[in-house]
Nanobody
C-alpha cells in the first residue's frame, strides 16, 4: 500500500508562483510514473504533468512553459513548480503514483488527498 501526501497549495495572485510537493511512503525510484492531476468545480479531473520512470515528462498544453514537474528519489518526493499562474489554474491538485506489481503486466494507481490551489486577486 502506497500513501501520498500533498502539500504546498494555497491562495496566490495571478502571475504568482507556487510549488506543490508530493511525498510518497515508498521508493518512487521503482514506480512506473508519478503525476499531478487537477479537478476544478464542475469539471472532470485532468492530467497536468507526468514524469515516468526514465525521467521523461509530459505536460498538458494549458500548462506547458509555465509548470515543471520534477522528482527527488532520495526524498521520495515529486514536485510541481507552477509559475505565471492564472485564475483558470484554480483547482484541487492531486498526486498520482503508478506502482508496478510483481507481474510487470499489472500496475496499481494510488492517489493523494489533494491540495487546493486558488488563483485570485
Amino acid at each position: 500500500q502506497v500513501q501520498l501526501f500533498e502539500s504546498g497549495g494555497g491562495l496566490v495572485q495571478p502571475g504568482g508562483s507556487l510549488r506543490l510537493s508530493c511525498a510518497a511512503s515508498g521508493s518512487i525510484f521503482s514506480y512506473n510514473a508519478m503525476g499531478w492531476y487537477r479537478q476544478a468545480p464542475g469539471k472532470e479531473r485532468e492530467l497536468v504533468a507526468l514524469i515516468i520512470r526514465g525521467g521523461s515528462t509530459n505536460y498538458a498544453d494549458s500548462v506547458k512553459g509555465r509548470f515543471t514537474i520534477s522528482r527527488d528519489n532520495a526524498k521520495n518526493t515529486v514536485y510541481l513548480e507552477m509559475n505565471s499562474l492564472k485564475p483558470e489554474d484554480t483547482a484541487v491538485y492531486y498526486c498520482n503514483a503508478l506502482v508496478p506489481d510483481r507481474n510487470p503486466l499489472y500496475e496499481y494507481s494510488y492517489w493523494g488527498q489533494g491540495t487546493q490551489v486558488t488563483v485570485s486577486s
